[in-house]
């Protein structure tokens, strides 16, 4: 009889201690926050084996981490319905890339998805532009033509627990177009424009807004957008329309 009194204040204890739990928070979406996103991926573009001549340097896009923000809202894990649709995730590139990560809350940090995307590395052949598994995170992450991201992390507990977040990347332009490379194979830096300047291997632009009227006629006939999704175990201040 005391031991069974006992279990009952031990059980009635531990409702009391998750009722009382404090709601688990993402991390803020602060000046912090993009500078990791962005550490993480311009870190691992940079070290590309074979080495890129022409990679890109990424920067933020707000345009981009607002679409990315919306649909992380609706913790569906699948791609956005907008992607397939030209301008209706952006107003200034056509089509945009997408990267989404889904696990828990304590081991979450943007270095640790950024990382999870790229380092299905292992199943990518760059000679041959085959896959042996999954690897459509890692080619949108090293797209040399990419130069914005945004991203965004979102409580979702429906989705796998209390502490599940999911983290989503939108890259402008998008990236992983069938039969073509990642990025050209060479010396770092050699292919960057006399508008670039090299900085950690990567090229980058002085003034990005010349590179969007370049996207947007580059892109108008660019179609077959391959994307994909990973579970963690595609400057501006433009308004961005989200397509549920």
Known sequence: MVLTEELRCLWTLGLCL????????????????????????????????????????????????????????????????????????????????????????????????????????EYYDYDTLSCTKVCGHYTQVVWANSYKVGCAVTMCPKLGGYETVIFVCNYGPAGNYPNRPPYTRGVPCSLCTEEETCTNNLCLFWFSEQIFLKEIKNLKNMKNIQIGIHRGRRLSTYHVIHCA
Not at 27 to 47: G, W
Request: glycine residues 4%.
């Open 18 to 121: 998750v009722a009382g739990r404090s709601p688990a928070r993402a991390p803020a979406a602060d000046r912090r926050f993009r500078e990791r996103c962005l550490d993480a991926h311009n870190a691992l573009r940079a070290q590309v084996l074979p080495p890129a001549a022409d990679m890109r340097h990424l920067s933020w896009d707000d345009g981009l981490a607002k679409t990315a923000k919306a649909w992380a809202n609706t913790c569906r894990f699948e791609h956005n319905s907008c992607l397939s649709k030209s301008y209706e995730c952006h107003p200034t590139f056509q089509y945009i890339g997408e990267n989404i990560w889904l696990g828990g809350l304590s081991i979450f940090s943007p270095k640790s998805a950024v990382d999870a995307w790229f380092n299905e590395t």
